[in-house]
């Protein structure tokens, strides 16, 4: 981020004060309290502060590399909900309220925070009449990489990969399974015309490390008949690839595409047309970037203990969780798109932590209170956690 040197004319010594650190300073700014959010940081003037702490470890967002068909972020524009429960407001006290950024956001989801930041400190000093300081820190931390098998980080139970990696080789597979890895849940297909070219391969090569296989598909559906043509394509590429029924599908939902108010029911034609043709063994993958509602809404369509969710830490720990670190309570946690292969530290791969058996073998889970909640919360990854749940 550059350095800006400002010299705005006084306005008003009275009124709302911002801070916004840029660097390794801070900008403080007095502005007019009746001044419009637009308008918040014109015609202040500006001094030079100490930067203050950085504020705790947020999440951010990382190019997942899911769709073939556009360039895409997971959870690619921050809601206000995110904002909000992402800006740590803890040092706000009775006659002042401070809104410090997460560490992390690109310089695009940095000028959004920013906004939504400048309209939350006018509205809240109109309703209590104190001191507002907007706090913005400059991404200091780099991306944690680590290679698969670091136990540094939650262990890797399984891996994504679609055509982004058809770098990948036999050998690499066969570096997973001797590094713990179980699983590998390979993309087939994306909207209603692609089909991803180098799937087999990457099956074949899975199979042939003794890996058990899934397989996802990017929805972009927004209707029920989309959903339902998306499914047939799911079906024909399926039947292409010679995929046992019993196969995993994963829904890979995150598209903003399809965040509309009916997703839910759409991603219900898409199981339901994907059943009547015998493929009934479903799972979800989504994440925070369509808001909370919209991750619950397709959630429920299979079950928590279904449900595979992204977030990704700066630096995950050895102990991170998907509970502790966000207090969701999912059948698996996708905690990376940094990871490499012992080898290729160039390439990037999708990492996740399984907690329910979700990225595993196929099981059938009694979805009654007393198996949920405990066994994923407590972060255990085996799949004995879950034998009591398997009725076959």
């Not at 909000?84 to 950024?101: C, G, L, R, V």
């Not at 989504?286 to 977030?311: D, E, L």
């Not at 059948?331 to 940094?338: E, R």
Request: proline share 3%; hydrophobic share 35%; glycine share 8%.
């Amino acid at each position: 981020m550059k350095k800006h040197s400002l010299q705005w004319p006084l306005l008003s010594m009275v009124g709302l004060l911002s801070v916004l650190v840029l660097d390794n300073h801070a900008m403080v700014v007095n502005a007019d309290p009746n001044t419009s959010p637009d308008t918040f940081m014109k015609n202040s003037s500006v001094t030079k502060t100490q930067t203050p702490s950085a504020t705790a470890e947020a999440p951010y967002w990382e190019t997942n590399q899911h769709s073939n068909l556009d360039n895409h972020k997971m959870g690619d524009g921050l809601t206000s909900v995110q904002m909000k429960s992402e800006t740590d407001e803890s040092k706000s006290t009775k006659t002042e309220h401070i809104m410090q950024a997460p560490i992390g956001l690109d310089q695009d989801q940095s000028a959004e925070w920013l906004t939504w930041a400048k309209s939350e400190a006018a509205n809240d000093f109109k309703t209590t009449g104190r001191v507002q300081k907007i706090v913005q820190v400059a991404a200091t931390v780099a991306t944690k990489r680590f290679a698969i098998g670091d136990t540094s980080v939650p262990h890797v139970d399984a891996v994504d990969v679609a055509s982004y990696q058809n770098w990948m080789t036999q050998g690499n597979y066969n570096t997973l399974k001797s590094k713990g890895v179980k699983s590998a849940i390979v993309k087939i297909s994306e909207g209603s015309s692609y089909a991803n070219p180098y799937a087999k391969t990457s099956i074949t090569y899975a199979r042939n490390a003794g890996l058990q296989v899934g397989v996802y598909h990017y929805a972009r559906f927004n209707s029920t008949s989309s959903a339902a043509s998306e499914a047939r394509k799911v079906i024909s590429t399926m039947t292409s690839l010679g995929m046992a029924k019993s196969t995993r599908i994963f829904a890979d939902m995150e598209d903003a595409d399809t965040n509309v108010s009916g997703v839910g029911n759409n991603l219900r034609q898409f199981w339901s047309t994907l059943s009547a043709a015998g493929y009934t063994n479903h799972g979800v993958y989504t994440g925070g970037g369509q808001g909370q509602g919209y991750a619950s809404a397709v959630a429920n369509t299979v079950g928590s203990a279904n449900t595979w969710y992204a977030a990704y830490l700066w630096t995950p720990t050895a102990s991170s969780t998907l509970m502790n670190s966000y207090g969701f309570n999912y059948g698996a946690w996708q905690f990376s798109s940094t990871a490499y292969i012992g080898g290729t530290s160039g390439q990037n791969i999708d990492v996740s932590h399984d907690y329910s058996g979700v990225l595993g073998a196929p099981i059938n889970l009694d979805y009654s209170p007393r198996y949920l909640g405990h066994e994923i919360a407590s972060g255990r990854s085996e799949s004995n956690v879950w034998s009591v749940a398997n009725t076959d």
